[in-house]
């Protein structure tokens, strides 16, 4: 099965954006819990991209793809064509230093990289793809 | 979207918090904070049965409070938690940095004796 949603990147979208991944794994026998989860990883990516790649231009897209191949296996894919944004290069800032720093910023990526099991980045047909697994 | 009141109660202020924080809108919760500090509160207690969502951004805003509040002794306390938005402080070991109670008659007891 799969799933695509595509969206300007505004942070106003981000709740569209959340509802799909929702509508879109109904019926999938995932926890509330781990659904929640799953959600917050998505969010985080998409919030991220919008912001440090596309400077929240509602006139940039990014398109959600979501692909079940078989049931509990998940595989997300977040595309677009602005400047790559690569998670796996950022150190993930203690919470020491957040609190010390005053840092609102930082979190989201330990989040992703909590919840998610793999983080990859890809560059097919000219468009960046983010690809992000989860088994249940 | 969310929406923020603010009500007091025998000297402490209630941050009620409905909706959901994200990207967009933390900077609401940011502003409510800042506005409960600022105006000499000690004892704020953030009421979230009503928070249906929260991502890092949201979490970043308690963050950046935690020094603050420790140096003005203001007793800061979140109750009413649903179990989805709570492990989302857990995930991060936040749930360990801030005062968390299941409900408001708790969170006020843990207020009152941080503030002795």
Do not use: W
């Not at chain 1, 509602?58 to 064509?81: R, S, T, Y």
């Not at chain 1, 609102?104 to 909590?114: D, M, P, T, W």
């Not at chain 2, 000499?40 to 805003?61: M, P």
């Amino acid at each position: 099965m799969s799933y695509q949603y595509n969206t300007g990147c505004s942070l106003n979208n981000l709740k569209g954006v959340r509802e799909f991944i929702r509508r879109s794994l109904d019926g999938q026998e995932v926890s509330d819990l781990e659904l929640g989860a799953i959600v917050l990883a998505l969010d985080e990516m998409c919030s991220n991209l919008m912001i440090h790649a596309h400077h929240c231009n509602p006139d940039h897209f990014i398109a959600l793809n979501i692909h079940i191949p078989v049931k509990g296996q998940f595989i997300f894919e977040i595309i677009d064509d602005g400047s790559m944004f690569d998670i796996n290069q950022f150190q993930e800032p203690k919470l020491d230093n957040l609190v010390h720093e005053k840092r609102k910023g930082g979190l989201g990526i330990r989040l992703v990289k909590s919840i998610m099991d793999k983080i990859e980045y890809l560059h097919e047909g000219g468009k960046n793809v983010c690809r992000l697994t989860k088994t249940i | 979207m969310v929406h923020i009141k603010r009500l007091q109660e025998v000297g402490a202020d209630i941050i009620a918090v409905v909706g959901e924080i994200d990207a967009s809108s933390s900077i609401e919760l940011d502003l409510a904070i800042a506005k409960s500090v600022g105006e000499g509160y000690k004892k704020i207690l953030v009421d979230c049965q009503a928070l249906e969502y929260i991502s890092s951004a949201g979490l970043g805003v308690f963050m950046s409070y935690i020094e603050e509040l420790r140096d003005k002794n203001i007793s800061f306390v979140l109750f009413g938690m649903k179990e989805r938005v709570l492990n989302t402080f857990s995930i991060l070991g936040l749930a360990d940095l801030l005062n968390i109670r299941e409900n408001k008659q708790e969170a006020k007891k843990l207020a009152d004796e941080l503030s002795v």
